[in-house]
Structure formats: structure tokens, C-alpha cells
């Protein structure tokens, strides 16, 4: 065998293949070891804590003086250019397009205003503005619009939180959601700031604590986008999770006790108002059942140079569907986004009859009551109506347009169905008893305005008493919020 040293001796230029050859994987280690001391450096200064957080502190600005990029993407939730077919950050009047909604929600503040939320930079803006909070509203409702609730728990107690009035708390609540809803400031470990979550896991026999990264990612979320109800004269946020996640389940657990949260102005059934279940949708879809995390979609990671961090422009996975969906499926964006929508026209679908029925079955009964019915013919009547708006309610409150978990929503809203027709056959038998033509000439809903006329509210005034708000309590409220924020700022 001829040796390297023969070799070369018959070959001299060999040697400038050899020496230029080890040069060249010399330099190109020299860059790799480079680069990795560089992106080293990188990430502990990345970590590197420049000022330090206090404890319960909610100005966002603040925690964005350690982690700018974090926080630059946050701000870009101000943005509300982005609609999708159903769904976005851009704001929708609801009432306007979907009329049935008034009467549906006669008797209960969400028959005067009900929009698409913007998004959390817009949280404190909305709920100040929405002609709901010109009625009386409890303290709770403020749990999940700022990163003060934390702090003012704190200070106070949960309990006496929860005991407060929405608008005697208004100059306490300043900063829209953020970063100190979701991070312990001295570790930036993910971590729950809310005490519903972790009461309700503890209700089911799970110790939140034991929760990995990944769920985390997740669970963070489900603080606030959960269905819940106010129990008890303290008004203490709780969720209705004793019995399961599902529409059924939750039900059954309302029922238990005969909750209501309202009772109907027309059709007097004692309604079940869902909030927004999404936490709730997301258990029973695929995502879930693979480990996939709300932050995988909404949050997904970001690289600038040699640091990986999360995105955190909490928005809609169609706004971003290369650095979203593409990561795990394979699809082109045009395929993804028709399959989303395809998906959310078929919940679409059923919700517009779900919601058809639901107005005229609310109807119906009025007339029904206007014509003397007993209470006991009523009874069934009302306990369907109940039933039927809340299935529908656990669909169309929650995010996503059923696109978390398609074909659970599917089977929901088949059950909404269901028992308003049901609903709708038992007020014809009394109507027949009671001598009442069938079918019964019921109102013109066509309009939000319309609609709103018929189930009897003074919109003038309340607009007028909303205006008032904003021209005399909101601008103290800001002041006030702006002064001890300063004496916060001083003592840093």
C-alpha cells in the first residue's frame, strides 16, 4: 500500500490540497467555535436581569426593560388591522350582525353591546367604554382585564376583591393584561396569578403546581379564558369544573344547584350566560389530545440571531400561519387557512339556526305567558330553553369560531338544536290548550335596533349615562391611576 508521504512524493501539489484543505477546516472551526462563545454571550446577556421587578408590578414597560423584544411584540397587539373570515383582532359589532342575539340576551347587559374583543392591549379600554358596565357590575369582572388585579388581591385579600363593586375598583385598574398576569419577576417562570385555576384544579384532586413547562403554556392562558360564574353574595369567581369540561357536564353541575345567572325578560327561563370557554373547547380537540399548547399557535417562538424567545404578539395563528401552523403541518398556508375556514363555515352554519330558533323559541314563550299559561305547562318549556341556549352559548363565547375543537362544537350545536325545536312543539301544545293561532305573528328582529326596541330597552338613555362616564368619572379614574403609578416609578 502506498503511503501519504509516496504519495505526495510522487505528487507535490498534493501538499497544497492537504495544507489548504486543513486551513480551511481550521477557519471554518474557528467560526463555529466563534459563533457558539458569541451566542453564549448572547444569551446570558439576554437574561441578564438589567433592573430589578418588584413584586406585583403592572406596568409593562417596566418588565420590557429586561426582555425589549418580549415586550416589542406585545405592542404590536395594538394593532387591530388583522380579520380573518370569522374572526381577528378588528372590532365587530355582534349585535348588528346577528340581531337574534338582543332578544336571546333579554334582561341581561349583554343585550345592549356585545363586540369582538380587540385583544389584551385594549382590555382596559373596552370594558370602560362597553355600554354593559353602565349597569352595576361586581368587582370580578375586573379579574382578567389587568396586571393590577394581582397586585390589589394582594394588598386586599381575594375575597374582599371579589366583594368590591366594578365601579369602585375603576381607579385601582389601570394596566391592560401583560406580563405580570403570566411571569414570576424574578425567575420569569410561567405562573398562575389568578386563584380560580388553581382552586378548581384543586377541586378535581390535581395540585397545579405539579403542571410541566409545556402545560404551563397553556394553563397560563386558562386563568382567564375559561368559562366561570360568580358564586355566592361575595360574588367569588369559580369555575365549573367539578364535574368535567364538557357543555353536558358543566350543565349538570349549574343544575345541581339551580344557578342562573339571569332570569329572560321575555320567556322568564332562568339562563346560564357562558363566558368564553376556549380552555374549556380545547380539551376535547386534537391539540390538546398531542400536548400542542395555546403558545405553540398564538405564541409561537421567534429567533433574532443566536436567541430563541416567544412571540409575543398574542394573536390569531391565520396572522402567522408560516411561523404557526407550517411548523408541524406540512400543507401550503392557502391549504391551511381553507381548512380552518371550512371547518368554521360548518359551525357557522349550525349557529345561525341554533340561533334563529333560540330568538323565536324566547318569543314564543312570551306569547305563551301573555296568554296564560301556568307555570307548571312552562316548566319543561323553560328548563329546554335553558338548556339549548347554553349549549349554544359554550360554542359561540368561546374564541376560534369552533375551530379549537370542531367536531365537539358540531355535536353541541346538534344539541342546541335539538331542544329549542323540542322547546318550540311543547308551546304549540299549549298553545292549541289555550286557544292561541299557531303559528304565532311574532316581532320584526331584523336590526339590532329593532330588536332592541321589541325586548324594551331606552338605548338613548343608557348611550347618554355611558357618555357622562367617560366625560366626568374616567378622566379622574386615569388621574388618579397616573399619580400613585408616578409614587411607583419614584421608588424603584
Not at 107 to 120: I, P, V, W
Not at 183 to 205: C, Q, S, Y
Not at 263 to 272: D, E, G, N
Amino acid at each position: 500500500m502506498t503511503s501519504i508521504k509516496e504519495l505526495t512524493a510522487k505528487k507535490p501539489w498534493l501538499n497544497w490540497v492537504i495544507f489548504l484543505t486543513t486551513i480551511a477546516v481550521v477557519f471554518l472551526l474557528g467560526l463555529l467555535a466563534s459563533s457558539i462563545v458569541e451566542r453564549r454571550s448572547e444569551t446570558k446577556l439576554y437574561f441578564q436581569m438589567m433592573h430589578e421587578i418588584p413584586d406585583w408590578e403592572p406596568r409593562n414597560e417596566v418588565w420590557g426593560q429586561n426582555f425589549p423584544r418580549e415586550y416589542q411584540t406585545y405592542m404590536n397587539t395594538a394593532d387591530t388591522s388583522f380579520q380573518s373570515k370569522y374572526c381577528g383582532s378588528k372590532m365587530i359589532d355582534y349585535l348588528d350582525k346577528y340581531p337574534e342575539l338582543v332578544v336571546m340576551w333579554a334582561g341581561y347587559a349583554f343585550s345592549r353591546e356585545y363586540n369582538q374583543g380587540r385583544g389584551h392591549y385594549y382590555a382596559i379600554t373596552d370594558i370602560n367604554n362597553t355600554l354593559r358596565t353602565e349597569m352595576p357590575q361586581p368587582g370580578t369582572c375586573w379579574t382578567c382585564k389587568s396586571t393590577d388585579v394581582p397586585r390589589v388581591m394582594n394588598q386586599i385579600g381575594v375575597a374582599e376583591f371579589y366583594k368590591t363593586t366594578w365601579f369602585d375598583m375603576g381607579a385601582e385598574i389601570s394596566n391592560h393584561i401583560g406580563c405580570q398576569d403570566c411571569h414570576d419577576p424574578k425567575t420569569m417562570n410561567l405562573r398562575i396569578t389568578r386563584p380560580g385555576l388553581v382552586e378548581a384544579f384543586a377541586r378535581r384532586g390535581k395540585n397545579i403546581e405539579d403542571a410541566t413547562h409545556q402545560e404551563m403554556r397553556t394553563l397560563v392562558c386558562a386563568q382567564c379564558h375559561v368559562e366561570y360564574y360568580f358564586k355566592g353574595e361575595g360574588k367569588y369567581l369559580t369555575f365549573p369544573w367539578d364535574n368535567g369540561f364538557s357543555a353536558e357536564e358543566m350543565e349538570a353541575y349549574y343544575d345541581s344547584f339551580e344557578f342562573s345567572d339571569w332570569t329572560h325578560a321575555l320567556s322568564r327561563a332562568p339562563m346560564i350566560k357562558a363566558q368564553h370557554p376556549d380552555y374549556e373547547i380545547y380539551m376535547t380537540g386534537v391539540h390538546a389530545d398531542r400536548g400542542v399548547a395555546c403558545a405553540d399557535c398564538h405564541m409561537p417562538y421567534k429567533r433574532d440571531g443566536g436567541l430563541k424567545f416567544t412571540d409575543h404578539h398574542i394573536a390569531s395563528p391565520l396572522q402567522n400561519v408560516a411561523g404557526s401552523c407550517v411548523v408541524c403541518h406540512r400543507e401550503s398556508e392557502e391549504k391551511l387557512i381553507q381548512n380552518v375556514y371550512d371547518r368554521q363555515d360548518k359551525v357557522h352554519d349550525l349557529r345561525r339556526i341554533a340561533e334563529a330558533n333560540l330568538a323565536k323559541v324566547h318569543l314564543e314563550a312570551k306569547v305563551a305567558w301573555d296568554n296564560d299559561a301556568t307555570e307548571q305547562e312552562m316548566k319543561p318549556v323553560l328548563t329546554l330553553i335553558r338548556h339549548a341556549q347554553w349549549r349554544w352559548d359554550w360554542v359561540a363565547a368561546a374564541n376560534g369560531h369552533g375551530i379549537h375543537s370542531t367536531a365537539e362544537c358540531l355535536r353541541v350545536l346538534g344539541t342546541s338544536i335539538q331542544k329549542s325545536n323540542e322547546a318550540r312543539i311543547l308551546l304549540t301544545e299549549i298553545f292549541m290548550r289555550h286557544g292561541v293561532e299557531v303559528p304565532v305573528k311574532l316581532p320584526d328582529i331584523s336590526t339590532k335596533e329593532k330588536a332592541q326596541q321589541v325586548i324594551g330597552l331606552p338605548m338613548d338613555q343608557i348611550r347618554a349615562n355611558k357618555k357622562e362616564f367617560l366625560k366626568t368619572t374616567l378622566p379622574e379614574w386615569i388621574k388618579i391611576a397616573a399619580e400613585r403609578e408616578e409614587k411607583m416609578g419614584t421608588a424603584l
